[in-house]
Every structure is written in structure tokens, then in C-alpha cells.
């Protein structure tokens, strides 16, 4: 009965491939969010969703498509993969009304 | 350009000592501020906030302090205890409701037996 889940925990794939990453979350919550953390330790946000809507967009690359197709569920396609896309990737959601935001376990993406 | 510090990657204390972990942030705009525990492997966990109308909250062991004339936040755990060891990120938001966090780069907190 994972709060926030997301799968795989882990990824390793060749440069140029396009992978998917998924997330759930069984609170209720209206908003998810995906971050990145990278190898510095710097953990940044990416995109958030609100109800299926799109409301953050951090200058992200295009190669990096968010999909939400219920609000439960926050799916991260990245096309094209490059060697600075490995990281450790976060999943997480909040409700409006309450603060904090719940983050799932994480995503290591390897890049070779 | 990071706008939330945190200056000691790393802090070593004695178990049932004070552990107090520091973070320094540079947008005027941020209002909101919170910190977060990661164990390694999992998603970081929400541990406690702070509004910047108030210049402490306490919860248990934990207590937030807010300076915000020298932007200046510390969280403050004590006694600390061996499961306290883990990795703490500050965060803020500019505004309650405003979920766009902008988080530190942690520090990591080690509790000797």
C-alpha cells in the first residue's frame, strides 16, 4: 500500500534509446510532480500536474514528455536519451489544502 | 544560481546531543520553508514547515527556526538519536499553496552511538 510508487526503480540503456518512467499515487492527492536529482545531489523540480493540467514546466528539455492520464498517474517518456539524462529521478505528489509533498522511492537512470 | 544553501555537506553528532543543521536562501519572494529526511534508496520524507509569519515551530524533538531579516533557517533536533542519521534538504516556496519547492543540496547527518 505504497503512498507514491514508481517503476522501474531502476534503468540502464544506450544512448540515443527512448525509455518511460511511471508513477502512482494512491493518496488522492491533485497534484504530482516529477524532479531530478543529479549528481551533485541537487534536487530539482521538472514538471507538476494538477488534475491532468500541466502548471510547471521548468525549462526542461522536449525530449522530456510528461503524461498524465488520470490524476493518479504521472508518466515521464524521455526520447533520445543522453548521457546527462542519468540521474536519479523523483516522483512526488501534494494535495492543494496541505502542505508537504509526498515523493515516491525514486528512479536511478543510467545512461551509457 | 541557487537560491537555497546549504553550506556543511556533511555533520557528525553524538547521540542525545543537539544536531542543528543550517540553511541560508536568497529570494525575498520565499515564504514558505520546509525540511525533508532521505534514507538512501528511498524518496525524501517531509519532516516539518515553517511560514514565514512565525519564527519557530516545534514538533517533538524537531523545531524549526526562521530568521528572516539574515535569511536564515535552522532545523534543530534534539536529543538526536541513531535513526536520525540520514540526508536533510531545506526547501521553500513562495507562498502557501504555491507548489513549486526549490530545494538545498543537503546535508548529511550522521548520529554516533
Known amino acids: 500500500d505504497t503512498a507514491v510508487s514508481q517503476t522501474p526503480k531502476y534503468l540502464v540503456t544506450q544512448m540515443g534509446n527512448d525509455k518511460s518512467i511511471k508513477c502512482e499515487q494512491n493518496?488522492?492527492?491533485?497534484?504530482m510532480y516529477w524532479y531530478k536529482q543529479d549528481s551533485k545531489k541537487f534536487l530539482k523540480i521538472m514538471f507538476s500536474y494538477n488534475n491532468k493540467e500541466l502548471i510547471i514546466n521548468e525549462t526542461v528539455p522536449n525530449r522530456f514528455s510528461p503524461k498524465s492520464p488520470d490524476k493518479a498517474h504521472l508518466n515521464l517518456h524521455i526520447n533520445s536519451l543522453e548521457l546527462g539524462d542519468s540521474a536519479v529521478y523523483f516522483c512526488a505528489s501534494s494535495d492543494r489544502d496541505l502542505w508537504g509533498q509526498f515523493f515516491g522511492p525514486g528512479t536511478r537512470l543510467t545512461v551509457l | 544560481d541557487q537560491q537555497v544553501k546549504q553550506n556543511s555537506p556533511s555533520l557528525s553528532v553524538q547521540e542525545g546531543r543537539i544536531s542543528i543543521l543550517n540553511c541560508d536562501y536568497t529570494n525575498s519572494m520565499f515564504d514558505y520553508f520546509l525540511w525533508y529526511k532521505k534514507y538512501p534508496a528511498e524518496g525524501p520524507t517531509f519532516l516539518i514547515s515553517i511560514s514565514s509569519i512565525k519564527d519557530k515551530n516545534e514538533d517533538g524533538r524537531f523545531t524549526v527556526f526562521l530568521n528572516k531579516s539574515a535569511k536564515h533557517l535552522s532545523l534543530h533536533i534534539v536529543p538526536s538519536q541513531p535513526g536520525d542519521s540520514a540526508v536533510y534538504f531545506c526547501a521553500a516556496s513562495a507562498g502557501f499553496g504555491n507548489e513549486k519547492l526549490t530545494f538545498g543540496t543537503g546535508t548529511r547527518l550522521t548520529i554516533i552511538p
Open positions: 493518496l488522492g492527492h491533485d497534484t
